[in-house]
């Protein structure tokens, strides 16, 4: 099913959202979210060690939600072991005033008050052979326990996962979902986050895909990656780009790439597709990526594009010459 929700503030759209809350998204092709150990080393392509994400449920849905991860356990055939397993990461669910509102909530550090709102629910995971290859179930909240956001017409909450001890790579996926113990979509709900971090596929055929909405506000466009290890480029299509290449980053630094917003992609999705090299193959490659306006503020990258997945329109911008 589909739904058509208004998105106001300071712009106004017409938004799609389909009744699909995996995180990562079909859509997006991304085999794995990533987190490492704290003591790990960046070059292995986590920054920061710390990931947040948020939910965004309309406000006429009233059952209870669950948020649901899959694999948050160290160890087996998924997470990326350095040595012996001995990392730790924990899952932090917030909501309540302040959970996406504070400032320091949607910076790309986790520095300041980015545990705004109100701790909801938190667990540890190590090595856990329960949870390998398998799912845990955070909840039942009720939806109002989030932060109402009036110009979404909804309530959010937040996870933060963050690697607290160890150097190993932890891949894991989410789901948010109206059961416990299965994966059932909300219709009009939507995840979204400030900066990705996540695991490339393998398989250079394989692309994949972030979405950042583009706002009436928004001019320029900063995309920051780090740590692609020169795997690749990225291609930016849109509604009025056909395929713009930009850089990516080499082996444990920062790359950025700086381009103009066209009129005709306000209040639009961009599609930013990750394509690998063909030779040589990188393999097991984690990377981190951001992208900013003109004022520094970050764009939300949704797992579900707002507006849906952009279709180039050739004719946009042609004009008859004059004889």
């Known amino acids: 099913m589909k739904k058509w929700i208004l998105i106001g503030g300071l712009f106004h759209v017409m938004v799609q959202f389909t009744a699909a809350q995996p995180v990562p998204a079909g859509d997006e092709?991304?085999?794995?979210?990533?987190?490492?150990?704290?003591?790990?080393?960046?070059?292995?392509?986590?920054d920061d060690y710390s990931q947040t994400f948020f939910f965004l449920i309309p406000e006429n849905f009233t059952d209870p939600i669950y948020i649901r991860i899959f694999d948050p356990d160290i160890g087996g055939e998924n997470d990326e072991v350095r040595g012996e397993f001995d990392t730790r990461t924990t899952f932090e669910i917030f909501g309540g005033q302040g959970c996406q509102t504070d400032p320091d909530a949607i910076e790309t550090d986790p520095t300041g008050n980015y545990k705004s709102g109100n701790l909801l629910a938190s667990r540890a995971f190590g090595q856990d052979q329960r949870y390998d290859n398998n799912w845990y179930t955070f909840g039942p909240f009720n939806?109002?326990?989030?932060?109402?956001?009036?110009?979404?017409?909804?309530?959010?909450f937040k996870i933060i996962i963050e690697g607290i001890a160890g150097d190993d790579g932890n891949l894991y996926r989410m789901f948010l979902s109206t059961e416990q113990s299965d994966n059932k979509a909300i219709e009009g709900a939507n995840a979204f986050a400030y900066e990705y971090s996540f695991r490339m596929h393998d398989n250079p055929n394989e692309v994949s895909h972030i979405y950042p909405f583009v706002d009436d506000r928004t001019v320029i466009v900063r995309q920051s990656n780090f740590d692609?290890?020169?795997?690749?480029?990225?291609?930016?299509?849109?509604?009025?780009?056909k395929g713009q290449l930009s850089k990516v980053s080499g082996d444990n630094v920062w790359g950025e790439d700086e381009f103009q917003i066209l009129d005709e992609e306000h209040n639009t999705s961009l599609d930013m597709q990750l394509i690998k090299s063909r030779s040589p193959v990188t393999r097991n490659n984690n990377v981190v990526i951001n992208v900013r306006n003109q004022y520094n503020e970050l764009l939300p990258f949704y797992v579900i594009p707002l507006g849906g997945v952009p279709q180039y329109k050739y004719n946009i911008g042609i004009k008859k010459q004059s004889d």
């Open 29 to 46: 092709n991304i085999p794995f979210l990533m987190t490492f150990g704290n003591t790990a080393n960046p070059s292995w392509g986590d």
């Open 228 to 241: 692609w290890d020169n795997d690749g480029l990225i291609r930016i299509v849109s509604v009025a780009r």
């Open 143 to 156: 939806p109002t326990e989030g932060e109402y956001i009036e110009k979404w017409n909804g309530y959010v």
